[in-house]
């Protein structure tokens, strides 16, 4: 599903995932119930310069949303249980002006409410990367747009 960059890609795809001062130390977290997808976002993510949790459903991803501060979220909506809408809805309420990256796979809507951008799989490197860019344009806590 996800392919990740190595020596043998080329350069431009290398470029994607090089460290972004404006991302730099910024927090994320990940929140999908494929292990593998978690895996390779992550990946990804570190390479940009971002710290990464990741949590494997919605459950976890509320305990840990509640109890750390993270700059931004990138939540898959299809999860068994507590469902990524469940976790945005909460995010909604609890920390609105954090910004929700919702990736997936399934959900065909460009926009989902209350989502800063809806991102599909596969993602595309320059378009995560402009989007989270994007994203966390502003300080920590500032209210976005």
Do not use: C, N
Not at 11 to 23: I, N, Y
Request: no cysteine; hydrophobic share 45%; charged share 25%.
């Amino acid at each position: 599903m996800y392919a990740v960059p190595d020596e043998r890609s080329p350069s431009a795809e290398r470029s994607h995932l090089a460290p972004d001062p404006a991302l730099a130390g910024r927090r994320v977290l990940v929140v999908d119930d494929d292990g593998q997808v978690r895996i390779v976002l992550t990946r990804q993510l570190r390479a940009l310069g971002l710290e990464v949790d990741t949590a494997e459903g919605g459950a976890q991803a509320i305990v840990k949303l509640d109890r750390e501060k993270f700059d931004v979220l990138m939540l898959d909506l299809d999860m068994p249980g507590v469902t990524g809408l469940d976790v945005l809805l909460h995010v909604q309420r609890a920390a609105p002006a954090m910004p929700v990256l919702v990736v997936t796979g399934t959900f065909e809507a460009e926009r989902i409410e209350g989502a800063f951008a809806v991102l599909p799989k596969p993602l595309d490197l320059p378009a995560l990367r402009a989007t989270l860019g994007r994203a966390l344009g502003k300080p920590a806590g500032e209210p976005r747009p």
